[in-house]
């Protein structure tokens, strides 16, 4: 259906107005200004992932372990130790340092 009205509707031609990245109705008051974004908020940004990541299998685990078993507890310490082990990384590699600056 909307690929019939495309093919059937009106093609109105673009005006210079439209063609305008701004589309908030102000008027452009200077040039657009874009600056990139320093490397260190994909560092925040990565581990922020890699943390969130295990949480979430940590939780999926607590979900399924039922009959707690030496298994499921080596398997918990396994995750429980990899968590440590990249936070130590990333507090010794100062890798977030200096993202508020």
């Known amino acids: 259906m909307l690929t019939l009205n495309r093919w059937l509707g009106p093609k109105p031609r673009p005006t210079a107005l439209k063609l305008e990245p701004f589309e908030c ?6 040039t657009l200004n874009v600056k990139a974004v320093p490397i260190k908020y994909y560092a925040v940004a990565i581990v922020f ?3 969130d990541l295990e949480t979430v299998f940590l939780f999926i685990w607590a979900l399924g372990a039922q ?8 398997t918990f310490g396994f995750f429980v130790f990899l968590l440590v082990l990249m936070l130590a ?13």
């Open 25 to 30: 109705g102000a008027t452009p008051v200077d």
């Open 49 to 51: 992932i890699l943390f």
């Open 67 to 74: 009959p707690l078993t030496g298994w499921l507890l080596a």
């Open 89 to 101: 990384y990333v507090w010794n590699s100062r890798l977030i340092e200096g993202v508020t600056e």
